[in-house]
């Protein structure tokens, strides 16, 4: 290199030039995690070559025994969450929404996360952080529902359960008639 101060400033421009245009060119790097249906929850990492993907035609029929909470009322439910990651790694492999038929059935200590703001917020002190979750879950067609057994364990009352949230007799006969009904199980 030349010690031409007017040489070197030209090189110089030349190279941050040159490395402008192929940083534009190149393209951008995706994104290690996303959530393609349920926004901002459920992440996923993109796998084209794994094993086991699902079908696009085909239709999958899952009822999920969410029976296990996290330990902080103003966390998010992990089960939730796991629910929502199944939808978009469903989703993320091509199969419609429609083909998903997911039941997502809430006892034990989680019974808390299908709880109104108002009441939720009364107990526990902070607003319920499910309940958006809750309704992307529903709006993909997820049907949230909560063990009426539980619900009555936990002192809380039936016209406390937020918008949307399917009121079961019990998780353990949702199960079992689910199963019954060819729906494979995934305990949480």
């Known amino acids: 290199m030349t010690s031409n101060p007017i ?3 030209a090189f110089a421009a030349a190279l941050l030039l040159s490395t402008a245009a192929f940083a534009a060119a190149a393209p951008a790097a995706a994104p290690f995690w996303i959530t393609p249906t349920i926004a901002g929850a459920g992440k996923m990492h993109p796998l084209p070559d794994g094993a086991y993907k699902p079908v696009p035609g085909e239709t ?3 009822v999920f025994l969410i029976t296990h909470g996290g330990a902080k009322a103003a966390d998010v439910d992990p089960g939730l969450e796991h ?3 199944t939808v978009n790694l469903y989703a993320w492999a091509g199969v419609p929404l429609d083909h998903l038929k997911f039941v997502a059935i809430i006892a ?3 019974t808390r996360a299908v709880l109104d703001n108002a009441h939720y917020r009364q107990k526990f002190g902070v607003d319920n952080p499910n309940l958006a979750l809750i309704a992307e879950l529903r709006k993909a067609g997820v049907d949230v529902a909560v063990c009426g057994q539980a619900v009555a364990e936990s002192g809380f009352q039936y016209d406390w359960l937020a918008h949307g949230v399917t009121l079961a007799l019990s998780a353990l006969t949702t199960v079992t008639t689910l199963e ?3 729906y494979g199980l995934v305990p949480m």
């Open 108 to 110: 034990g200590s989680p």
């Open 60 to 62: 999958y029929k899952v």
């Open 180 to 182: 019954h009904r060819g």
């Open 7 to 9: 040489c070197r400033a």
């Open 83 to 85: 629910v929502a990651r």
